[in-house]
C-alpha cells in the first residue's frame, strides 16, 4: 500500500493557508469583506461540490437525510458552546471562540470524506484511480486551507496559529484517508452521507455565523458583492480542476 498520495493531498491544506502570512493590517471593512467571500466559497462548495457528488453516489433520500443530520449536529453543538456575541460597532471585533470551534468542527466535517475518498481509491481494482482522485482532491484542498486560514485571521487569530489550525484540519483527512485504505469497502456506504453531512454543516455555519458577521457593521453591500466573487471563485475553481 501506497500512503504518499495521501500524504500529498492531505497536506496540500496547510500549503494552501500560508498565503495568509502576507495578508497584513486588514480594517475592519476589510475583514467583513474576507468574510463574506469565505461564505461564498463554502456556499459554492457546497453546492456546488459536496452536493452533486453524493447525488452521483447515491440518490435524493441520503442527500436529505446527510443534510439533515449535519444541520441538526451544528445546532446541537452551537446549543452547546457558550457563545461570545459580536460586538457590531467601530472597534474591532471580539473573537468569539463558538464561531470559530463550529467553522473548524464544519470544515473538518467536510475532509472526512475527502480523505475516505482517496484512502478507498488507491486500494481499488484501478491503479491509476488512487493517483487521480489524490490528485484532485490535493488541489482542491490547496483554497480549502486558504479559506480556512483566511477565516481564522478574520477572527483575529494570529497567522501562525490559523495556518497551524488549518493543518490540523489535514491531519483529520489523513487519518480518514488511512482508515479508507485499510478498511476500504467497509466505508463505501458511508461516503456520500459524509458528503452531505459535510454539506449540511457548511451551511448551517455560512448562515448562523458568517453572513450575519460580516453583515453587522454597515458594510453589508461590499460583503454582499464579495460573497458572489466568492461564490463564483469556488465554482471556477471547481470547473477548472475537474
Same mark, same amino acid.
Given at each position: 500500500?501506497?500512503?504518499?498520495?495521501?500524504?500529498?493531498?492531505?497536506?496540500?491544506?496547510?500549503?494552501?493557508?500560508?498565503? $495568509?502570512?502576507?495578508?497584513?493590517?486588514?480594517?475592519?471593512?476589510?475583514?467583513?469583506?474576507?468574510?463574506?467571500?469565505?461564505?461564498?466559497?463554502?456556499?459554492?462548495?457546497?453546492?456546488?461540490?459536496?452536493?452533486?457528488?453524493?447525488l452521483k453516489l447515491s440518490n435524493m433520500f441520503v442527500l436529505v437525510i446527510g443534510i439533515l443530520?449535519?444541520?441538526?449536529?451544528?445546532? /446541537?453543538?452551537?446549543?452547546?458552546?457558550?457563545?461570545?456575541?459580536?460586538?457590531?460597532?467601530?472597534?474591532?471585533?471580539?473573537?468569539?471562540?463558538?464561531? &470559530?470551534? /463550529?467553522?473548524?468542527?464544519?470544515?473538518?466535517?467536510?475532509?472526512?470524506?475527502?480523505? /475516505?475518498? $482517496?484512502? &478507498?481509491?488507491? $486500494?481499488?481494482?484501478?491503479?491509476?484511480?488512487?493517483t487521480v482522485v489524490a490528485f484532485a482532491i490535493g488541489l482542491q484542498n490547496i483554497p480549502d486551507?486558504?479559506?480556512?486560514?483566511?477565516?481564522?485571521?478574520?477572527?483575529? $487569530?494570529?497567522?501562525?496559529?490559523?495556518?497551524?489550525?488549518?493543518? /490540523?484540519?489535514?491531519?483529520?483527512?489523513?487519518?480518514?484517508? &488511512?482508515?479508507?485504505?485499510?478498511?476500504?469497502?467497509?466505508?463505501?456506504?458511508?461516503?456520500?452521507?459524509?458528503?452531505?453531512?459535510?454539506?449540511?454543516?457548511?451551511?448551517?455555519?455560512?448562515?448562523?455565523?458568517?453572513?450575519?458577521?460580516?453583515?453587522?457593521?454597515?458594510?453589508?453591500?461590499?460583503?454582499?458583492?464579495?460573497?458572489?466573487?466568492?461564490?463564483?471563485?469556488?465554482?471556477?475553481?471547481?470547473?477548472?480542476?475537474?
Amino acid at each position: 500500500m501506497n500512503l504518499l498520495p495521501i500524504f500529498i493531498s492531505s497536506f496540500c491544506t496547510a500549503l494552501g493557508a500560508l498565503p $495568509v502570512l502576507f495578508i497584513k493590517n486588514l480594517s475592519h471593512k476589510g475583514k467583513d469583506v474576507l468574510l463574506a467571500y469565505t461564505a461564498g466559497i463554502m456556499v459554492a462548495a457546497s453546492a456546488y461540490g459536496l452536493i452533486p457528488s453524493a447525488l452521483k453516489l447515491s440518490n435524493m433520500f441520503v442527500l436529505v437525510i446527510g443534510i439533515l443530520i449535519g444541520t441538526f449536529a451544528l445546532t /446541537l453543538l452551537e446549543s452547546l458552546i457558550p457563545h461570545v456575541d459580536f460586538d457590531h460597532s467601530n472597534k474591532h471585533k471580539k473573537t468569539s471562540r463558538s464561531s &470559530i470551534l /463550529l467553522f473548524m468542527i464544519a470544515m473538518s466535517f467536510h475532509n472526512l470524506p475527502e480523505g /475516505l475518498s $482517496v484512502g &478507498i481509491s488507491n $486500494v481499488s481494482d484501478r491503479q491509476e484511480l488512487g493517483t487521480v482522485v489524490a490528485f484532485a482532491i490535493g488541489l482542491q484542498n490547496i483554497p480549502d486551507g486558504f479559506l480556512i486560514a483566511l477565516f481564522l485571521v478574520t477572527q483575529n $487569530v494570529s497567522r501562525w496559529n490559523a495556518i497551524l489550525l488549518a493543518s /490540523l484540519t489535514a491531519v483529520i483527512e489523513l487519518f480518514a484517508g &488511512i482508515v479508507g485504505m485499510f478498511f476500504g469497502e467497509s466505508f463505501v456506504t458511508i461516503i456520500p452521507y459524509g458528503l452531505a453531512f459535510a454539506a449540511g454543516s457548511m451551511l448551517f455555519v455560512v448562515y448562523k455565523e458568517l453572513i450575519p458577521e460580516s453583515h453587522g457593521d454597515g458594510n453589508e453591500r461590499a460583503s454582499t458583492i464579495a460573497f458572489i466573487f466568492g461564490f463564483i471563485s469556488m465554482v471556477c475553481l471547481t470547473e477548472w480542476f475537474r
